[in-house]
């Protein structure tokens, strides 16, 4: 079970007696540290240990209004959103911040790094509060580590957070009059992480009923849903791509016309896939910004690339 597991977080769901397995395979698999998913991540893993021992450059802050929240990236590079992210108007005024003292750490399970959370946890919900600000959280797995792990480990989280989703869908709210029905039909791309958080899926689904956007009901959702399967590339690399090609199928045969992601990694991971089947993949805050007008649906030219434009980028 250790080496074949790919960490997709579904056994959590799945469990009849809520036992969370999850947890004891992933401390299983980086105590024994044999497994693929350990040795393959290991060189990464030592270096977000060295960053939270030792301290890392790797922070980018950029100071937005005094009384505007800040939105943090995470650990994600900027290069690994949409071009035009941080240029949006959903975000402005906003403090950005990313870098390895603000990683969630939960995602570090994915690496066979699941005690990273407890060990520097605090660390990191230290980190943003020195920002004295209200904190958005980009990724739900920073959301997961002040709203779910936080409570578990007895880490006081003394800022007030959001998660991306809320955030969003309270702007969307206030700003109707600048939104455009898209009228279109979605497939939505859960990540592992949210199997620890289902209840975000009320706040997307109010995200879609504001812009038009239809979620089609298909094989692959809820608690059948498949992961990206970007830890699996590690374990068994034809499982991975016949679980993507699996997905990926689900979603057109239901007349989805793109597939909607909300995490970076499954973003990265699956375009390949869908770029090859024709299928438009969005990320969810580029979908919030086609529905106001910031940048087009994604074409499919017909020689196997699918491009997107921007729209207004002056006004932003």
């Known amino acids: 079970i250790l080496d074949s597991c790919i960490t997709c977080n579904a056994c ?16 299983m698999q980086e105590k024994i540290g044999t497994g693929p998913i350990v040795t393959g991540f290991k060189p990464f893993v030592d270096s977000v ?18 009384d505007k929240p800040a939105i943090s990236f995470d650990s994600f590079p ?40 407890e060990r520097y946890g605090r660390k990191v919900i230290d980190s943003l509060t020195e920002l004295g600000k209200d904190i958005v959280y980009l990724h739900n797995e920073g959301y997961i580590l002040a709203h779910v792990r936080a ?14 989703f809320e955030y969003m869908r309270g702007y969307l709210m206030e700003n109707q009059n600048d939104i455009t029905k898209l009228n279109k039909r979605v497939a939505y791309q859960p990540n592992c992480a949210v199997r620890w958080l289902p209840e975000q ?32 590339l590690f374990v068994n690399r034809e499982l991975a791509m ?16 793109a597939l909607i992601t909300i995490c970076p990694m499954c973003d990265t991971v699956m375009r390949d896939e869908t770029s090859k089947a024709g299928l438009p993949q969005i990320f969810i805050t580029d979908l919030c910004r086609i529905a106001i007008g910031e940048v087009s649906w994604p074409e499919d030219k017909g020689d196997g690339s699918i491009v997107q434009t921007s729209i207004h980028s002056n006004s932003i």
């Not at 959590?12 to 401390?27: E, K, N, S, V």
């Not at 409570?151 to 991306?164: A, C, F, N, Q, S």
């Open 78 to 117: 900027f290069t690994q959103f949409p071009e035009g992210t941080l240029e949006s108007r959903i975000f402005k005024g906003m403090t950005v911040v990313r870098g390895r003292k603000y990683a969630s750490l939960v995602g570090m399970a994915h690496m066979g790094g699941e005690s990273l959370t």
């Open 12 to 27: 959590f769901q799945y469990c009849p007696t809520g036992a969370d397995p999850t947890d004891l395979i992933y401390r």
């Open 151 to 164: 409570r578990e480990l007895g880490i006081d989280v003394p800022y007030k957070y959001t998660h991306l």
């Open 201 to 232: 899926d009320v706040w997307l689904d109010e995200i879609f009923e504001l812009i038009g956007v239809e979620r089609v009901s298909r094989k692959y959702e809820g608690v059948n849903a498949l992961c990206c399967g970007g830890p699996a």
């Open 49 to 66: 240990i060295k960053t939270f021992e030792r301290g890392s450059r790797d922070v980018q802050v950029i100071e937005g209004d005094p």
């Open 242 to 257: 016949n679980i993507q090609r699996e997905n990926i199928k689900d979603a057109m045969d239901n007349r989805a016309e």
